[in-house]
């Protein structure tokens, strides 16, 4: 299924609680919205290509959406994988004009899609709107930094051990979590191949850690800490 519907009541007091759209005043949030329209797409949906013109900065208001760049021989890198309450293509609104990775949907999801001329129209006369896309663009940049770092600094069990810590519910010992999307796509959000994200939760069965499809266990926090 992909259908474009306008914003309903609930739909925009959604995109109100982004953090994105609720550091703008009232009137702009509102003006914003009334350019935005709602996306609902199934897994595997190609939303746009790298290289097309870019149109659009999106939303995710639930679901999960694989933003990746494509070599020539045709392999693949994941660059980010968005989820709800994140946006991306708002690294085009100063002077791109090209989408500079592809968008597929990891896992259904809900966008809230704004055109981009209008928000580049709207920013000339907004200093308040300027200023919330500018510190939402910094987020990005430093979480994109974190992860580059990660990257060079840890290895593969490290990285796994590090995500399943940070979705942790509070200080508990042991728990256990399902994850939002498939394992491949954790693979390509923490910069693995599949195959080096099965050897790592391997080598974390020392450390208690229980895999059984999507649900993990993990039965010693501490342990898992000091990996």
């Given amino acids: 299924m992909n259908r474009i519907v ?3 009541s609930k739909d925009k007091n ?3 609680r982004l953090p994105f759209l609720g550091a703008v005043d009232e009137e702009s949030a509102l003006s914003l919205m009334e350019a935005a329209s709602l996306q609902t797409l199934l897994p595997r949906h190609v939303l746009f290509r790298e290289g097309e013109p870019a149109e659009h900065l999106y939303c995710v208001l639930n679901g999960y959406v694989r933003l990746f760049r494509t070599s020539r021989d045709g392999r693949e890198a994941d660059v980010r994988i ?3 309450g994140e946006t991306f293509n708002d690294c085009l609104i100063f002077g791109a004009d090209q989408n500079r990775y592809s968008a597929q949907i990891a896992e259904s ?3 809230a899609r704004l055109e981009l001329s209008k928000i580049k129209a709207m920013i000339e006369a907004d200093t308040k709107l300027a200023k919330a896309v500018i510190e939402n663009l910094s987020k990005s940049a430093l979480t994109s930094m974190e992860c580059v770092a990660n990257d060079r600094l840890q290895t593969a069990p490290q990285r796994v051990a590090h995500y399943l810590i940070t979705q ?3 200080e508990k010992g042991s728990y256990s979590l399902r994850l939002p999307f498939q394992k491949s796509v954790l693979a390509g959000k ?3 191949a599949p195959e080096a994200l099965s050897r790592a939760f ?3 069965r020392n450390c208690g850690v229980i895999v059984r499809g999507r649900v993990i266990q993990i039965n010693d926090t501490a342990a898992l800490r000091q990996v």
Avoid: E, I, R
């Fill in 6 to 8: 306008k914003l309903s």
């Fill in 14 to 16: 959604s995109l109100l």
């Fill in 82 to 84: 968005c989820g709800p």
């Fill in 109 to 111: 999801c809900t966008l």
């Fill in 168 to 170: 942790a519910p509070g």
């Fill in 190 to 192: 923490l910069g693995l």
């Fill in 202 to 204: 391997s080598s974390l």
